[in-house]
Every structure is written in structure tokens, then in C-alpha cells.
């Protein structure tokens, strides 16, 4: 039980973990980070590093949805434009991976902004269906234009190279991609400690009295399609090295949705509801197939039963979820960190 | 000295006519309210003034320079601060954050230092928030709330922290829009102190839309009374309150000829 947390300067007390107990917390986090792919199976490394892929495009898409307001499904096709990005840049002119990463994330911002220009006008349901629109377009790109693309055929990407080492397997792979999620979680993180997050706040709030407060509505808006189309740049970049192929069929509407259900999931507004809900989205289905395969020798066919089955649990649970805990998982752990804040005491 | 010049705004939406050839102006360093009846447009000539609405006829000169087209936030950067009727508080952020929200103006931080949250961004958010606890949390007495969440407090405590939200901008004219507005008397006495210290310690220029006559008569030093969009009296407040036009606008006339004449007299500018 922590009874409270004096400070003696404001810095101090602005800091992003304000207590001991959290700097702790936080070296254990990064200290089991750091061992996991030691003790871990190839499966498993390869699972945790589609996760951090995913919670990166997540929190961008946070940013954008879950605390500025404007819904967007376009996170996917952002993703693409960095992943086409990384993958020509690879391919024609062999810079190294950071760059192609860099250019592919500013490439995908480029694009964010202009998709995020429908905005300035319209919001919500509007908004969402001139994203859907967007990334339609984006796709149409992905598909026809053969000199970049290969069209269908698609993109094979080289592992990224560091000092002589090919990244090529999800072990090796894993010590760049964990490193840049922790890196970009705490950037979002400390966005929303200064004046830029606490406008994006204000305009999903009331964008009306934010204006009359002095914020500039067209410049956030725009500035936080870039934000979340740079994470989702970066997320891509680095879905084309991880699988070491792209086509247009890699980054489908469907794609968007899972982001958009992983925010609800895990907490709109929330940095940990980008984490919890990245983390949700992507090992349910997994965890799911374990219970199919757990099942599999007392069901006769049980691949034609089971497979669709889990398909509707995953969608239950996503209902279930909107039904009785719409803050998301991000809530649920404030509530276990309450409970054990006054434990033994009062519970 | 005149702070803000309003020089006959009129305002209409489709055939009603909120606002006729209105005119005021607003000493420095003084208390100006605007009283009326309801629908009398009292809420948007505050909406002309901070660029909600825009005029269409006549100008908003704001320390001599005319603002009538600039968009609201141009208009918070130059220093008009205001709080709202209904409470416009961001109901996701803590108090400590809505009040700092305020002083979003006054702050320059850019994107990548706010990222790293280095050089200006925690230089910049040091000072604001020992600016904040100095002048603001201590001034208005919220400082016991700073880490709650608005959305749960009571209302008289929003409509403080709307005000704390108003004076972090630290505007040089303060716009409050009925700021005691479904207050019991203690919290209204409290404000009414609140608007006085502002005045008298920091200087402000205050402008207030209130229906609370007996606030308005005590704390004002000019009134200006609008009527259907007219502007029908000004000056002190003891003035305003001997003047027959606003007492029949307040309480109405029983007498059936002033009234056609009344009606005729509108029919005639409409």
C-alpha cells in the first residue's frame, strides 16, 4: 500500500512515472523484454513481434481516434504505403533499413495528411466512410501501378542487414522492432503531457470552445492524421521486413477494422489501451486455435466445425467487450491497480 | 481608456434578428456587464466578440485593431479569454489539464520536443504549471481537486475551474458568460469575489453576461441592457436601474397602446 507520493519540485511531479513503484514496474517490463527471446520459442518470438508491429499501428491510430476524435480507417492503407515504400526503396536503391523505416513513416504522413484533409469538414460517421474512401484508392494504387507495386504479384523484401547480420529470423528480427515499439509507446506517451496532446484532447472533447481557447482546429486535425499515418508508416516498414513480402492483398479494409476494434478493446485514449488491445486482437485468435486444437479428438470433423466457430467467438468477444466494458481493458487494469493500491485495507 | 470597441453589430440568422446596430464599449480594467431579458441576444453579441458568429453588419475593434474576421483562436492569442453558459469543460482531461489547456496560447512547444519531452517541452511545462498553482489553484482555491477528473465534480467547482481554465490564458479582457448561472448564494458570493479580485489585484477588464441582478448592481461598473437585439439603455448601474425602458422590459407594461406602438415600431425597422 502507497500512501502517497510527495514531490518537491513540479518537474518532478509532471514526470511520466510519478512513483517508485512505477519506475520498478517499468524496469521489470523492460528486463523481461529483454529475456524473453532467450527463453521464448521461434512461435512465440514470432507472435510477440507481430505484436509490437501491431500495438505500434495501434497507438497511432489511438492518437487519431481515440483521443483526437476523428475516426479513421485508413490506418491499414497507411501501413501499406510505408510497407510499398520500404519495399521500393529496398529494391531500387539497397539504403540502409533505418532510412527506408524513416522514409517509408514520412512517406505514409505525406499521404496521412492529405486523406485527413476531408476532415477539416467533416466528423464522425463522415469522416469514417472518407477514410474507407481513401483507402480504397490507396488499394486501386497498390494494384495498378505495376512499375512500383509489381501489381499482385506483389514485393519481396531482404531481411534488413545490421552490421553484417541479416535479421531474418523473428529471434534476430525481434532486437529491432521491440526497441522502436517501447521507443514510439513512450513518444505517444509524453504527446499527451504537453500542450500538442492536450489540444488533440479538447478538440474530441468540444471542438468548439477548444477553438474560442486558441487552438488552431485545421492544424491539430491534420497534425494528428500525421501522427498516426507515421505510426502506422513505421508499422508497416516494418511488416515488409518481418514477412519479407508485400501485395496488395496484405493490407486489406479488414486490416483497419482489427486496429479500430483493438483501440475499443483496449481503451480509446488511452496509451495501455493501445498496448492491452494490440495484445488482444492478436493473440485471441491464437489462443482460440489452442482451444480448437484442445477440442479437436471429441469432435468428429473438427476442422469444417470448429475453424468458423472461432472466427464468431473472436467477433462475440468483440461484442462482449462493447457491451459491458466500453472503457476497454485499459479500464479493467485501472481497477486491479486500485483494488491492490489500498490492499490489505479496504478492498 | 476603451479595452474592446463594439460599433453597430448586427447579426441575423435567416429572418430573426439577433442583434440591431448594437454598440458598446468596454473600459479597461473595468466590469461591464450585459443584462436582458431572455432571447434578448445577449449570448451572441458574446458570440460576435469571440468570433463564434460573424457580424453582418459592423465591427469588433479590440485594442484599436479591428477583429471582426479573425477566427476565434487568432482572437484568444490577441487576449480575449471567456467561459461558457453551459459548462464547456474537456470532461477527459483532469482539472490540471483543462487549466492548462487555457494557456495553450501562451506556449510554444513544437511537435518534436513535445515527442522527446525535452528543452522547451519540460522547461515550458514547469513553468506553466508553477504559473498555474501560483496564480490560478491558490487564487480560485481548487487546488485539493488538480487530479480529478472534471467530469465528476460538482458544479459550482466546474464552473471555478471553467474560470481557472479563463484567467491561465491570462487574457487581457476576461468574457464570462453567466458566470453564477444555477449557483446556490454561497458559491455566488464566492464568485462575485472571485470577478472582484480579478479586477482589483490583477487588473482585468471583465465583461459579463449575467441574469443575477443583484450581482450585476453590486460588482458592475457599467450595464448595458439589450432588448430583442437592441441595445435600449447604459450606464451605472444605478442609472440602468431607475431607467423605464428596462424596468418594462424586465417586468412588462400593462398598458395595451404602448405595446401595439411597441410592435408597430418593430414592424417598422424589420
Not at chain 1, 473472436?314 to 491497480?337: D, K, N, Q, S, T
Not at chain 2, 431607467?243 to 414592424?267: C, F, H, M, W
Amino acid at each position: 500500500m502507497r500512501i502517497g507520493s510527495p514531490k518537491e519540485t513540479y518537474i518532478a511531479d509532471e514526470a511520466l512515472f510519478r512513483t517508485r513503484t512505477q519506475w520498478m514496474w517499468f524496469g521489470i517490463l523492460l528486463a523481461m523484454l529483454a529475456i524473453y527471446p532467450f527463453v521464448a520459442n521461434m512461435y512465440w518470438i514470432f507472435l510477440l513481434c507481430l505484436i509490437s508491429i501491431n500495438i505500434i499501428s495501434t497507438t497511432g491510430l489511438n492518437i487519431l481516434t481515440g483521443y483526437t476524435g476523428q475516426v479513421s480507417l485508413g490506418q491499414a492503407a497507411f501501413m501499406g504505403v510505408g510497407a510499398y515504400t520500404v519495399a521500393w526503396l529496398d529494391n531500387n536503391t539497397g539504403s540502409p533499413f533505418f532510412i527506408n523505416l524513416l522514409a517509408g513513416a514520412g512517406m505514409a504522413t505525406a499521404i496521412g495528411l492529405i486523406a485527413g484533409l476531408p476532415s477539416l469538414r467533416v466528423k464522425g460517421l463522415y469522416l469514417a466512410i472518407a477514410t474507407i474512401g481513401a483507402s480504397f484508392i490507396l488499394q486501386f494504387i497498390f494494384i495498378n501501378w505495376e512499375s512500383v507495386t509489381r501489381g499482385t504479384r506483389g514485393i519481396n523484401i531482404d531481411p534488413p542487414r545490421v552490421l553484417g547480420t541479416e535479421l531474418d529470423n523473428p529471434d534476430t528480427f525481434y532486437w529491432l522492432v521491440v526497441p522502436i515499439m517501447v521507443v514510439m509507446v513512450i513518444l505517444a506517451a509524453n504527446l499527451f503531457r504537453t500542450r500538442i496532446g492536450r489540444a488533440f484532447i479538447a478538440i474530441r472533447d468540444r471542438d468548439i470552445s477548444a477553438s474560442v481557447l486558441g487552438i488552431n482546429l485545421p492544424f491539430y486535425k491534420l497534425m494528428s492524421f500525421g501522427i498516426a499515418s507515421f505510426y502506422a508508416g513505421m508499422a508497416g516498414g516494418l511488416y515488409a521486413y518481418f514477412f519479407g513480402a508485400i501485395n496488395p492483398e496484405s493490407f486489406p479494409l479488414l486490416m483497419s477494422i482489427f486496429f479500430l476494434a483493438a483501440i475499443i478493446v483496449g481503451g480509446m485514449g488511452t496509451i495501455l489501451g493501445s498496448i492491452l488491445g494490440a495484445i488482444f486482437m492478436t493473440l485471441t485468435p491464437e489462443v482460440l486455435r489452442y482451444g480448437v486444437d484442445f477440442a479437436s479428438p471429441f469432435i468428429d470433423n473438427p476442422s469444417q466445425i470448429l475453424s468458423p466457430l472461432r472466427t464468431a467467438v473472436f467477433g462475440a468477444v468483440i461484442v462482449g467487450f462493447l457491451l459491458f466494458e466500453p472503457h476497454g481493458l485499459a479500464e479493467i487494469w485501472r481497477r486491479i491497480r486500485r483494488f491492490f493500491h489500498l490492499w490489505p485495507f479496504r478492498t | 481608456m476603451s479595452i474592446l470597441n463594439v460599433e453597430g453589430v448586427s447579426l441575423s440568422f435567416g429572418g430573426v434578428k439577433a442583434l440591431r446596430d448594437v454598440s458598446m464599449q468596454v473600459e479597461k480594467g473595468s466590469i461591464t456587464a450585459v443584462i436582458g431579458p431572455n432571447g434578448a441576444g445577449k449570448t451572441s453579441l458574446f458570440n460576435s466578440i469571440s468570433g463564434f458568429y460573424k457580424p453582418q453588419e459592423g465591427r469588433v475593434l479590440f485594442e484599436g485593431e479591428d477583429i471582426t474576421r479573425l477566427p476565434p483562436p487568432r482572437r484568444a492569442a490577441l487576449g480575449l479569454g471567456r467561459t461558457f453558459q453551459n459548462i464547456a469543460l474537456f470532461r477527459g482531461m483532469t482539472v490540471l489539464d483543462n487549466v492548462k489547456l487555457g494557456a495553450h496560447v501562451r506556449m510554444r512547444t513544437g511537435l518534436l520536443s513535445a515527442f522527446w519531452y525535452l528543452g522547451k517541452a519540460r522547461r515550458e511545462e514547469a513553468e506553466i504549471r508553477e504559473q498555474i498553482e501560483r496564480e490560478v489553484f491558490d487564487f480560485l482555491e481548487i487546488d485539493h481537486i488538480r487530479r480529478h477528473p472534471v467530469a465528476n465534480l460538482p458544479y459550482g467547482l466546474q464552473k471555478r475551474v471553467e474560470l481557472a481554465r479563463a484567467l491561465a490564458m491570462r487574457p487581457k479582457i476576461l468574457m464570462l458568460d453567466e458566470p453564477v448561472a444555477g449557483m446556490n448564494r454561497e458559491e455566488k458570493e464566492d464568485m462575485a469575489r472571485f470577478i472582484l479580485d480579478v479586477k482589483e489585484h490583477w487588473g482585468m477588464t471583465v465583461l459579463m453576461v449575467e441574469h443575477d441582478m443583484g450581482m450585476v448592481m453590486d460588482i458592475s461598473d457599467q450595464v448595458y441592457v439589450l432588448n430583442f437585439g437592441q441595445l435600449i439603455a447604459s450606464g451605472k448601474p444605478a442609472e440602468v436601474q431607475a431607467n423605464p425602458e428596462v424596468i418594462q422590459a424586465y417586468l412588462g407594461s400593462g398598458d395595451v397602446s404602448t405595446l401595439r406602438e411597441k410592435l408597430g415600431a418593430r414592424k417598422r425597422v424589420a
